[in-house]
């Protein structure tokens, strides 16, 4: 399948460990979202890669997330030192177009669990 | 900052009739594009419909078709003979403009559809 992977699909963790969550895009989409999604609500935005470009940080909840984008295609997710309210559906999805008109592509998300 | 904002939380259909789910959204841009996004029990979100906000037309979709209000910000999901299929949470999204280095998708909370037998 050539859509978009995430991995893994569930993770349940004790508070105050660290987690990774990984986002395969679609080959040749430039940029990259992350978001959040929380139960009962809408999907929070995280961060965005374009390219070479910086990235765009923004929605970043705490110094605790972090994430990277290696040879501009795979991502990695990090939160460091899980506490209960980062339990939530973490999105990952991907676009062809850097000049953005069209749709994201998502995958299926990664449900983290911190206990 | 944009803001986008479903005012319903759930709704329900009985099969094959209609039913329409409200949006409405804030942006300073003038030009932009509106999405609603469909996601089933899998999770993974699906492109329903977009429009262009330049284009006076509404878009459709087979059974999908939005209520595009420009001036009054508005973008509602009608979606007609409604089937068992169509039940999962409805998501209206609106960009920003590529200005440079962001370019995100702004959701709404989402709502609920239900689809009675």
């Known amino acids: 399948g050539a859509g978009v992977s995430q991995s893994p699909s569930n993770k349940v963790t004790e508070k105050g460990k660290d987690v990774e969550l990984r986002c395969d895009p679609i080959?040749?989409?430039?940029?990259l979202y992350w978001y959040r999604q929380s139960l009962g609500q809408g999907l929070e935005f995280l961060i965005y890669?374009?390219?070479?470009?910086?990235?765009?940080k923004s929605g970043l909840p705490s110094d605790r997330f972090s994430a990277e984008r290696t040879g501009g295609s795979v991502s990695t997710l990090t939160i460091q030192r899980t506490q209960q309210e980062d339990s939530a559906v973490y999105l990952c999805a991907s676009s062809p177009n850097p000049r953005f008109t069209g749709e994201l592509f998502f995958g299926e998300g990664s449900r983290l669990t911190v206990l | 900052a944009q803001t986008v904002t479903q005012s319903q939380p759930e709704m329900s259909v009985q099969e094959a009739e209609t039913v329409t789910l409200s949006c409405t959204y804030d942006t300073s841009e003038s030009d932009y594009y509106l999405f609603w996004y469909k996601q089933p029990p899998s999770r993974q979100m699906i492109l329903v419909i977009r429009q262009e906000a330049y284009k006076q037309q509404n878009a459709t979709e087979n059974r999908f078709s939005v209520n595009f209000q420009k001036a009054a910000k508005s973008f509602s999901l009608k979606i007609s003979d409604s089937q068992l299929g169509d039940a999962a949470m409805y998501f209206c999204a609106c960009p920003r403009f590529y200005t440079g280095a962001n370019s995100k998708l702004t959701f709404g909370k989402g709502i609920t559809l239900s689809v009675r037998p």
């Open positions: 080959s040749g989409h430039t940029a």
């Open positions: 890669f374009q390219g070479n470009s910086a990235p765009d």
